[in-house]
């Protein structure tokens, strides 16, 4: 069961959907924590693990291989704790095969690399990359594409393989498009600089989406 009532006053979890208890820093014994909740006409899927390096990857490719298509997400960090809302288009989530799912993706019983590679087939339109500079503490990069099957995974494995970290992420999906703008900082949770901001930019747009 999630749920800490302290939680309540931290500005991070301002307007977190009435549906969902705000996300307890204590798992017990268990190595995450799924709650799922119904929302609009799909449903809400908070996931609540110990922080670290790929996570948000590992999770989108998790729900993805789980066959819940993703419309939007929000990650919030605290103490060493992340917790990720993702609302997936899906009524009826199965929470145990999710579960499931993402319990082999952690735990390295499934590789994403198998199930979530391109097609092939390629969007109607091209990735467009670009970067914001709204931010000082973090690179904001946005990324607009076709919406598929793994389009998540494959953003943020990239910038995981870059050697970054995603202090938070925003994806929505406007029709058939997906717009997902990620805060990209370095390893040691600082600001990116400008060279390896550029070089992220130029690896997102090499894609084989």
Known sequence: MLGDAAALDDPSYEGWPAG???PSRVLGNAPFVVDVAGHHEGSLVQVTAPDRHGLLAD???????AGQQIRSARLVERDGMTTSIWEVAGRDVDEARLVRRIRQVLDGQLSLDDRLAPSGEGPTEPLQVMLHHDSSTSAVVEVRAQDQRGLVWAVARTITEEGHGIRSAHLSTFGPQ?????YVVDGAGGPLSAERTDALVERLRELPL
């Open 20 to 22: 969902l208890a705000v």
């Open 59 to 65: 999770l989108a490719g998790a729900l993805s291989v």
């Open 178 to 182: 997906a717009r997902d703008v990620f």
